[in-house]
């Protein structure tokens, strides 16, 4: 009779998923699932609703929680289904009083409408705080929030209207998580947030991320691994690149939020920084870490794209030199200002994806291509896979216990994954 959480979206969720089972189990919650939703895409919000429907087909006694950015952003949708018992809001899923409040409204019995829902509104909370976690279940490598929220407002983007405004956490707390995550056995830690590079702009003396890195590096020498969750490039400080070129365990590999190669969408999507931005960005990094790899998020068929346009993003992938790509046909988020402009039609919009991940796998093999004969030093995250320090990932021979750093010979590739001798 247990709290079982599931889990959609990014590293952050991840995070405080962890600390959203300690809660509900610490409030007598039993037999419950939790939802910790993701509403970065239309598809993740489909996806979140079909999972709560299976669930409940599954276990029809149990009672469901939905809490996360789908339901903050969406709240009516998952108040009006039935297999759900209630509905909590970004803030309240990792306040104790509110999986009390929870307890008591499934204590009285039914749910209905009335009762289902605990969304307050998120553009309200101040506070940078962090839940603190032990460690991450079944998981290799740790992840510790830094930061929240986002003071930026993309046109595509409802990130914000889920996690509210950028709040950043306090750098002694965030280093002594990550001390007791590696304490507690995790070898690998990534430093997650909404958008990393704003951290330290609203604590005394406005640290930036980079002084953070290298506080946390100085200050927790038990850590073998740093890796840092998305950036955007334009926003990285000088100190954040110097640590790059220095430090041999913050690892070598970034991922960018570019989302388009034409600067006439990034103007319309209301990014800050232009293609020749991030061209120079990559080309920099690459002088101080000639081991970097860089992975992004691109968005195909944002709306307005000419195939001009769209050929931009495809060159700035080559331009750039990105070994993974993260491809998102775009998606219109209910309330955004892109959800408003005229859309590319949908069949272009699939086959510019689909145009894009064709690129990324070419630049993948000739990533992989040129890891056979190196030896490698990889986490293992299961017995037979891991991932090397520009996190590609590696099938394992021997066994490994997971959450161990092991070198290994690479032996081949099968255009997904290393193979270890
Ligand atoms: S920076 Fe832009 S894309 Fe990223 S979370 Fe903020 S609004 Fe969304």
């Given at each position: 009779m247990t709290v079982d959480v599931v889990t959609f979206g990014c590293r952050l969720n991840a995070f405080e998923s962890e600390a959203i089972r300690r809660r509900a189990e610490a409030a007598g919650l039993a037999d419950t699932v939790v939802v910790n939703s993701c509403a970065v895409t239309g598809e993740a919000v489909r996806q979140t609703r079909q999972a709560i429907r299976k669930l409940k087909r599954e276990r029809p006694d149990a009672r469901v929680v939905v809490t996360g950015c789908a339901a903050q952003t969406e709240t009516a949708t998952f108040v009006a289904m039935?297999?759900?018992d209630r509905v909590l809001g970004n803030a309240e899923k990792l306040s104790d009083d509110a999986w009390t409040e929870t307890r008591a409204v499934f204590a009285r019995g039914a749910v209905d409408a009335s009762t289902k829902a605990a969304v307050d509104?998120?553009?309200?909370v101040r506070s940078g705080a962090a839940p603190v976690i032990d460690g991450i279940e079944g998981r290799a490598r740790g992840f510790v929030q830094v930061q929240n929220g986002?003071?930026?407002?993309?046109?595509?983007?409802i990130i914000p209207f889920g996690r509210g405004n950028s709040r950043s956490v306090a750098m002694a707390d965030v280093i002594a998580q990550v001390r007791r995550l590696a304490l507690n056995g995790h070898a690998e830690v990534v430093l997650t947030g909404?958008?990393?590079?704003?951290?330290?702009?609203?604590?005394?003396?406005?640290?930036r991320l980079g002084t953070l890195v290298r506080r946390v590096l100085a200050e927790v020498p038990e850590l073998p691994r740093l890796r840092l969750s998305s950036i955007d490039s334009v926003e990285a400080d000088d100190d954040l690149l110097a640590a790059l070129a220095e430090e041999k365990r913050l690892m070598p590999h970034l991922h960018l939020s570019?989302?388009?190669?034409d600067d006439m969408i990034l103007k319309r999507m209301k990014r800050r920084h232009l293609r020749r931005d991030a061209i120079d960005f990559c080309a920099a990094v690459r002088r101080l870490r000639p081991d970097i790899v860089f992975g992004a998020d691109i968005i195909a068929g944002f709306p307005t794209e000419t195939e001009a346009m769209f050929k931009s993003s495809l060159d700035l992938v080559e331009a750039c030199g990105l070994t993974y790509l993260h491809v998102f046909p775009f998606s219109p988020r209910p309330g955004t200002p892109a959800a408003r402009m005229p859309p590319v039609a949908g069949h272009v919009v699939k086959e510019r994806a689909m145009r894009l991940r064709t690129l990324g796998d070419a630049l993948l093999t000739r990533h992989l291509d040129g890891e056979i004969g190196h030896e490698r030093a990889v986490l293992a995250e299961t017995g037979t896979i891991g991932r090397t320090e520009q996190f590609t990932p590696v099938r394992l021979t021997g066994g490994a216990s997971p959450g161990t750093l092991i070198d290994v010979l690479i032996a081949g590739h099968d255009g997904r994954r290393l193979l270890a001798a």
């Amino acid at each position: 009779m247990t709290v079982d959480v599931v889990t959609f979206g990014c590293r952050l969720n991840a995070f405080e998923s962890e600390a959203i089972r300690r809660r509900a189990e610490a409030a007598g919650l039993a037999d419950t699932v939790v939802v910790n939703s993701c509403a970065v895409t239309g598809e993740a919000v489909r996806q979140t609703r079909q999972a709560i429907r299976k669930l409940k087909r599954e276990r029809p006694d149990a009672r469901v929680v939905v809490t996360g950015c789908a339901a903050q952003t969406e709240t009516a949708t998952f108040v009006a289904m039935p297999e759900v018992d209630r509905v909590l809001g970004n803030a309240e899923k990792l306040s104790d009083d509110a999986w009390t409040e929870t307890r008591a409204v499934f204590a009285r019995g039914a749910v209905d409408a009335s009762t289902k829902a605990a969304v307050d509104d998120i553009m309200a909370v101040r506070s940078g705080a962090a839940p603190v976690i032990d460690g991450i279940e079944g998981r290799a490598r740790g992840f510790v929030q830094v930061q929240n929220g986002c003071d930026h407002r993309c046109t595509f983007c409802i990130i914000p209207f889920g996690r509210g405004n950028s709040r950043s956490v306090a750098m002694a707390d965030v280093i002594a998580q990550v001390r007791r995550l590696a304490l507690n056995g995790h070898a690998e830690v990534v430093l997650t947030g909404v958008d990393l590079t704003s951290y330290g702009a609203d604590l005394a003396g406005a640290p930036r991320l980079g002084t953070l890195v290298r506080r946390v590096l100085a200050e927790v020498p038990e850590l073998p691994r740093l890796r840092l969750s998305s950036i955007d490039s334009v926003e990285a400080d000088d100190d954040l690149l110097a640590a790059l070129a220095e430090e041999k365990r913050l690892m070598p590999h970034l991922h960018l939020s570019l989302q388009a190669g034409d600067d006439m969408i990034l103007k319309r999507m209301k990014r800050r920084h232009l293609r020749r931005d991030a061209i120079d960005f990559c080309a920099a990094v690459r002088r101080l870490r000639p081991d970097i790899v860089f992975g992004a998020d691109i968005i195909a068929g944002f709306p307005t794209e000419t195939e001009a346009m769209f050929k931009s993003s495809l060159d700035l992938v080559e331009a750039c030199g990105l070994t993974y790509l993260h491809v998102f046909p775009f998606s219109p988020r209910p309330g955004t200002p892109a959800a408003r402009m005229p859309p590319v039609a949908g069949h272009v919009v699939k086959e510019r994806a689909m145009r894009l991940r064709t690129l990324g796998d070419a630049l993948l093999t000739r990533h992989l291509d040129g890891e056979i004969g190196h030896e490698r030093a990889v986490l293992a995250e299961t017995g037979t896979i891991g991932r090397t320090e520009q996190f590609t990932p590696v099938r394992l021979t021997g066994g490994a216990s997971p959450g161990t750093l092991i070198d290994v010979l690479i032996a081949g590739h099968d255009g997904r994954r290393l193979l270890a001798a």
